[in-house]
């Protein structure tokens, strides 16, 4: 929605349409923008001021933040080492809560649901942005103009056939192929260029037969959802796996969720086999996971409720960029923005990156028009900032494995300083 707005601004005579799976249910965890995405979202639209004001209006504070131990540590243990250890692990925690609570009169930071920012996204693009588009197979008028709406929802991505110069007509490069996951019509339009913000998995990624598996497994497994009647009274609390423990490589976080959802929780392990095929696969997955918290655990029971009050349980397995790959699309009129192009540990960074990435796209098509040479220019103006904000991202989530003082996120300087 950012990308398709930005370049809307920059290019008004072009033709944009935006292509989306689902349908806008409401799904996803709690996410924070950071100064630099902030930057980002004031220069979208010609610095159209009112979106940055829409969704600040979708924001709720944080106002504390706590690290707790992920299972209770159990009394009976044989050895002072043994003891000794159990003592101070509680101690540490213990002053580690303690002194992050000292925040607690103030506001740390400030999350929005992302359901709720794509939501404002794409009303606003709607209201500003018309796109129309030469459908091959079938044509609609259904905004009465002579267009269809910019954002089309509930279109599976199928196929894309790229065109040899002799195929291509009026410009276009590309054919796409789409099933309307409602009705199972299958629709096929023409493009000249892609902008793929098909998430980690780019369905765009895996059909095109030149472009490389640009993915690095992280050996993690990820569960999110929301529990919209449960309040976490402004706190995010983070729980880790305690080292040489069983639980080592498990961490779990719940989030005050939105303006009108009460929290969002996400849990991290080691990685699962395969992959839930339903809801109710990923509800017991997830639940196997935070039993090892002990089931007589307020850990415990705190998660099974936030579980339990969650319609949506997303599932799926951590990774992040190669930057050994080529950072290029191999096709012109292709690039990839946001976690397509760049997937990276979930601390909160990866927002703001997809909302530069649309701000620099904007820019270098402002000074170049829609063409091969600004989509060029935004992959080289992206490499260097993305991979270096990467790394950074990566060692703040190694740290916190290894249990050091600092949560993931907890103010806007983070990251970006």
Known sequence: MATAIAISASSPSSSIVVFERDAFQPKGASIQISKSGWKSIAALGDGDKSLTKK???????????????????????????????????RKLLKLKS???????????????????????LSEHANQKYRGSYNAVDNNGDENGDGSQPLVNLNHSLENIQPLSPLEQQDGARFVLSFKNMVSGEELKTRARHIVACDGIKSKVRSILPNEPDVLLAENKSVWRGLAPNISTSGKATFYRGVSDSNNAGRSGLIFPGGKNVGSSWTIISDVEDQRSNSEEESRRRVLNIVQSMGKDSDNFKLFKQVIDESSIIIESKLHVRDFDKPWESSYDGLIYVGDSAHPVR?????TALAFEDANVLGKVILKFGLCDEALREYENKRYEPVKRISEKVKNMADNFYKETDEPPVVNDDTVYT
């Open 98 to 120: 303690k002194a992050i609570n000292v925040l607690a009169s103030r506001v740390i930071t400030r999350v929005h649901l992302w359901h709720d920012v794509r939501v404002v």
């Open 55 to 89: 969704l600040e209006e979708t924001a709720v504070p944080v106002t504390s933040v706590e690290i707790k131990s992920w299972e209770e540590i159990d009394e009976v243990i044989v050895g002072r080492r043994a003891r000794l250890r159990t003592f101070l692990t």
């Open 346 to 350: 979930p601390t909160g960074e990866g």
